[in-house]
């Protein structure tokens, strides 16, 4: 019996050590994460931790030399392209590999592998996208060319090269609090993560929701309220810039009764206000020193660790600098001793959906034959539970993305298929490095070109002084109103038709006005040749416009000032309209009391204005109660843009119903909440919007919130709750480029690091980095060095 | 008392040298255990040296992470355990340090006691 007590401790003591090593619930494993060891303590680097290296890499072919800035920015040197990508993948390994591995995981809908079944649904939705798919396809066109094939081939070498010399103790922490471990890196990994970006930046379409309310609506309410182009836009390619005639004559548009579908019970991903990116060109006769200027700050959600990871690459052949995508190789943003170049969003659809007619459980009907589906098993394991098994029927026009099954997003359970251009084959890798090693215009023209979705408008000045932009993607010869509703998935009129040639994108070439600017807005007025759709935003571009229009002898300094500009075209157009129809008799003293912070209000949405707040929230409420009547046309309405709205405003519309009551009661709504924050405390404008920018687990303690920026999407510095300018760039070009950027976050992703989050006080302020541009007559100091040579020399 | 106290630094040091090649949970778990044993330690000072020694180690061991690092690491973690601040985070990380290390040494002197009186 003593014996039998005497082993009791030793069984408690087992039985705490094993609790503490397993996860229980929700929680991580507690003991191994708090081991002073091996847990989390593992990651606290010191704050004088030197950084200087002697590695010895297997595969390498040559030495390579890393040198890091102050600021943790590698320099790398290396002799061939082989080992210029593999020492790339290697570091972006090195500081990034949790995001790069999760963002991957995501991409592919193997997030319940990790985090347990609360993701089957995102899982489920990625896999039905075809998003591996796409990928597959992608990779397959990204091997076939030697050069992208060397590329991934070394970049996937040389993350694998890092993770195979981690252990439990050097995982990041993140693998640790939700316990799963690092995979080897594939190249159909890095295919992945740029399906990733495409979706984001291509992926939400109205579609859907227009095939309701074209119903729902009269014609001329539909037209008024939904114009298939804006009136009064600055168009991203200017005017007065020659198209050449087109190749291909526009298809003939069937039937309307053949060509669409009719949607009852559905609903749609909802457009945000002004999402989106700047980018702008001046050419030497606008700036001081007589060279361009090139901007660029492209809008995406907020996280930490960053999406972006700044580098240079030099190898024979090769010297450049800007953003890299942890997780792909290559220069995405910057410039190169000749040109530099950036990229916003394009924004024409390139993503349609068909409704499926069922013949069988098995077949559909296509072009009055009944055709098989080809179906996809997809397997989608889940932490703590058995497999789950989705089948995706693949059909002439893509996958059945919604089905009985799969329901939309407002319960729709109709048969969807979609076709979308990142289903097709495209290897943007190449464009990249090509890109990258372009020295001037003809080399940028042929380099872009590979590069197909996400469509991009592609900005370029180069130290000749000529700048150019591109809107560059690959699209499709559409008839009229092609895809712009649900098509009749039956008939073969409505599939897609022939690529227009990449030469036939619109472009510019040192227009007359001097400038190129982009931002998200219409590509090209209605002498383009070719027709598309698409979901535009014009605020930013009017004020880009605006400005740079009135700009002689412009600076990096007035550059940067123009990226952080809150002036709110949105307001300086509908506010006088909406106190034009308050009269002092029909508003409350407390009602009074919000309103004179109005007064004399310069349409500015600094951090600290109340009358943003004002302004954003009355706005707001008028919006919602304009098109609050659409709600009983359709579940879920995709409402009139905020453009359109402003214009339908000033004009006095009758679609807008009773203004004045409408004004008037969406300032008594407001009170409540205008109330609530007062008494907050929250009355500024960036307490009332809080900027944050979080990591990408959400935690609170490894984010930071309530920025103290202005801003909005309304406003070319288009920094909402989380999202904005992801990457802040001004480059003036000449025999030496002075370059400045920065970008909300820091080099190493570890939360234990002080590079984790160094730059966001510089973002927060609006100021820039002065950026270290390595070439052979500057070699600014370095602060670390790595030394790599191969291991088997 | 005094005694004990120079035991924990020695089961402390020798902590320090295994952690070179061991995880804090295990040299935890088996260090104490064998010190008792080994030591002919019985009873409730089990207990005591097991918790003081380990506590000792990962005290030392984390404080090594902890200033060198300028606390942003147990700042981050704090929050994440709710705890308001890192000096009362790095206390119950030790604390829970001490708990297993005591569990270990308790082990270890009630097996002394049990197969010495039999």
């Not at chain 1, 979609?418 to 080399?443: C, F, G, I, K």
Request: aromatic letters at 12%; glycine letters at 8%.
């Amino acid at each position: 019996m003593r014996k039998l007590i005497g082993v009791l401790p030793i069984v408690s003591t087992a039985v705490l050590v094993a609790l503490l090593s397993k996860p229980i619930g929700g929680l991580p494993a507690l003991g191994k994460l708090l081991d002073p060891v091996t847990g989390c303590w593992a990651s606290a680097e010191s704050v004088s931790k030197n950084y200087n290296h002697k590695l010895k890499l297997d595969g390498l072919k040559g030495d390579v030399t890393v040198k890091f800035d102050e600021r943790l920015v590698p320099h790398i040197a290396a002799n061939n392209d082989y080992d210029l990508y593999y020492t790339q993948g290697y570091i972006h390994a090195y500081f990034r590999l949790w995001q790069m591995d999760l963002q991957t995981r995501a991409a592919a809908g193997r997030v319940s592998e990790v985090l347990g079944d609360k993701a089957l649904k995102f899982d489920r939705t990625q896999r039905r996208k075809g998003m591996v798919y796409g990928a597959e396809q992608s990779l397959k066109a990204m091997e076939a060319d030697p050069r992208s094939k060397q590329m991934m081939d070394a970049y996937t070498a040389g993350v694998n090269a890092y993770i195979n010399t981690l252990n439990y103790k050097r995982y990041p922490l993140e693998y640790k609090l939700a316990g799963f471990e690092p995979e080897a890196w594939t190249n159909l990994k890095s295919a992945l993560l740029l399906k990733y970006m495409a979706d984001d930046l291509t992926g939400s379409t109205d579609d859907i929701a227009l095939t309701v309310l074209r119903d729902a609506l009269s014609p001329e309410a539909f037209v008024a309220l939904y114009p298939e182009r804006l009136q009064g836009v600055n168009t991203v390619i200017p005017r007065d810039t020659i198209i050449q005639t087109p190749t291909l004559s526009t298809p003939t548009a069937p039937a309307d009764s053949i060509a669409f579908a009719h949607l009852k019970a559905t609903d749609f991903e909802t457009s945000e206000e002004g999402k989106g990116s700047n980018n702008w060109a001046l050419s030497g006769s606008r700036t001081k020193s007589g060279k361009p200027i090139l901007c660029n700050d492209p809008h995406l959600g907020l996280n930490l660790p960053s999406l972006w990871y700044e580098v240079q690459m030099t190898a024979p052949g090769v010297n450049v600098y800007g953003v890299s995508l942890p997780g792909a190789p290559g220069v995405i943003i910057g410039f190169n001793e000749n040109i530099s170049w950036g990229f916003t969003n394009n924004y024409r659809d390139v993503k349609d959906f068909y409704l499926i007619k069922p013949a069988t459980a098995n077949t559909y009907w296509f072009a009055g034959k009944e055709h098989g589906y080809t179906n996809r098993v997809e397997k989608i394991s889940i932490k703590g539970k058995p497999d789950y098994y989705d089948t995706v029927r693949y059909t002439i026009h893509g996958p059945v993305i919604y089905d009985q099954t799969f329901h939309g997003p407002g319960g729709l359970n109709k048969p969807l298929a979609v076709t979308w251009m990142a289903h097709r084959p495209s290897n943007e890798v190449l464009a990249l490095y090509l890109l990258n090693r372009s020295n001037q215009y003809d080399e940028y023209v042929k380099a872009i070109h590979y590069f197909l979705c996400p469509a991009q408008n592609m900005l370029y000045a180069d130290k000749h002084g000529e700048i150019a932009l591109w809107g560059q993607g690959q699209f499709i010869n559409k008839w009229k109103g092609q895809g712009r509703y649900v098509m009749n998935g039956a008939d073969s009129s409505t599939l897609w038709g022939d690529n227009i040639p990449v030469a036939e994108n619109p472009h510019t070439r040192n227009p007359r006005q001097g400038y190129i600017a982009s931002a998200n807005q219409t590509v090209t007025d209605t002498t383009y040749p070719y027709w598309y759709n698409g979901t535009f935003h014009e605020f930013r571009a009017w004020r880009i416009n605006d400005v740079l229009r009135n700009t002689k002898a412009a600076t990096v300094e007035d550059m940067f000032a123009l990226q952080n500009d809150v002036y709110s075209v949105l307001a300086a157009n509908v506010l006088p309209v909406m106190l034009q129809y308050v009269s002092p008799s029909a508003i409350s003293d407390k009602e009074r009391n919000y309103m004179e912070l109005l007064n004399n209000w310069d349409y500015k949405l600094t951090a600290e204005s109340k009358a943003a707040t004002v302004f954003q929230l009355w706005w707001t409420n008028m919006y919602n109660t304009f098109w609050a009547k659409l709600y009983t046309q359709s579940p879920d309405p995709l409402r009139p843009t905020p453009e359109r709205t402003m214009q339908l405003l000033k004009e006095g519309s009758p679609y807008l119903g009773n203004i004045k009551d409408a004004v008037i009661a969406s300032l008594r709504n407001s009170m409540d909440s205008l109330d609530k924050l007062k008494k907050a405390d929250r009355l500024q404008w960036y307490r009332a919007k809080n900027t944050s920018v979080r990591h990408l687990t959400k935690l609170a303690p490894f984010s930071f919130t309530n920025l103290k920026m202005g801003g909005w999407g309304n406003t070319v510095n288009a920094t909402k709750t989380d999202h904005g300018p992801s990457w802040r760039m001004v480059v003036q070009m000449g025999d030496e480029v002075e370059a400045y950027g920065v970008y909300p976050g820091g080099q190493s992703g570890n939360v234990g690091s002080k590079y984790y989050a160094t730059f966001l006080d510089k973002w927060v302020k609006g100021e820039y980095y002065r950026l270290n541009f390595y070439t052979a007559k500057t070699k600014p100091a370095a602060k670390y060095t790595w030394t790599i040579n191969p291991k088997n020399k | 008392m005094k005694k004990t106290i120079i035991v924990a630094c020695v089961m402390a040091f020798l902590g320090g040298i295994f952690s070179l090649f061991m995880s804090g949970l295990w040299i935890a778990a088996v260090l104490p255990f064998i010190v008792t044993v080994s030591m002919q330690v019985k009873g409730r000072q089990g207990f005591g040296l097991g918790f003081l020694g380990i506590a000792l180690l990962w005290l030392v061991l984390i404080l090594l992470k902890d200033v060198p690092n300028h606390h942003i690491l147990s700042t981050r973690m704090a929050g994440l355990l709710s705890l308001p601040n890192a000096a009362l985070f790095i206390l119950v990380n030790v604390f829970l340090g001490g708990l297993i290390g005591g569990l270990s040494g308790w082990s270890g002197a009630v097996m002394n006691k049990a197969f010495r009186k039999s």
